[in-house]
């Protein structure tokens, strides 16, 4: 398939992706000059050292092609934009103790829209999971997490042992688990 060929930007770089994950230098080339200035800017925002921000975006890609195979990307902006938060992170612990006040206070100002979009679809997908829960760990889910009850007042509700009221929440944590951890990475 010719990537001209393809109707949107999305399906283009799904397919630049798709070649990467099949060892391609062209597509990984393509990927870094469509991407390389938003990961600069990113760790640059938060290093406020070109030399870094720019050790950092190499970095970053690097990793990108070192782990090409691995679990197939599904959103490869929010993929870069949350691998870079944690690489700059990372480094700013490893080499620069002062500066993590700094990048404290540049992570609680950002508002960019990026993370605006990524938290509302983070939070439209989250409640897609919630919604799409067996009714008895939907129950339980809501009345742990959003009315604060403990296990044994939901047993008592539901008419249920207190241990299957934990393994419905187990499971309906487990089924949502991947979306909290990109909540968490996001906000962390």
Do not use: C
């Not at 070649?19 to 990961?39: I, N």
């Not at 070109?50 to 970095?59: G, P, R, S, V």
């Amino acid at each position: 398939m010719n990537p001209n060929q393809l109707n949107s930007s999305d399906e283009a770089e799904q397919y630049l992706l798709d070649q990467l994950v099949l060892g391609s230098h062209d597509a990984f080339e393509k990927l870094y000059r469509l991407h390389w200035v938003f990961v600069y800017n990113q760790a640059y925002k938060r290093l406020r050292d070109q030399d870094d921000a720019e050790n950092i975006t190499q970095d970053i890609f690097t990793t990108v092609w070192e782990n090409r195979t691995k679990a197939p990307i599904q959103n490869f902006r929010a993929y870069l934009f949350v691998l870079t938060k944690n690489k700059t992170l990372n480094f700013i612990v490893k080499n620069k103790p002062t500066l993590i006040t700094d990048y404290e206070e540049s992570i609680s100002n950002d508002s960019s829209p990026l993370k605006e979009l990524l938290t509302k679809e983070a939070y439209h997908n989250l409640n897609e999971k919630i919604l799409s829960l067996p009714p008895q760990q939907r129950t339980a889910f809501a009345m742990r997490y959003e009315e604060n009850r403990s296990t044994d007042e939901i047993a008592t509700i539901m008419g249920l042992s207190v241990k299957t009221v934990r393994n419905h929440l187990g499971k309906a944590i487990s089924t949502i688990r991947s979306i909290l951890k990109f909540l968490i990475l996001l906000f962390f």
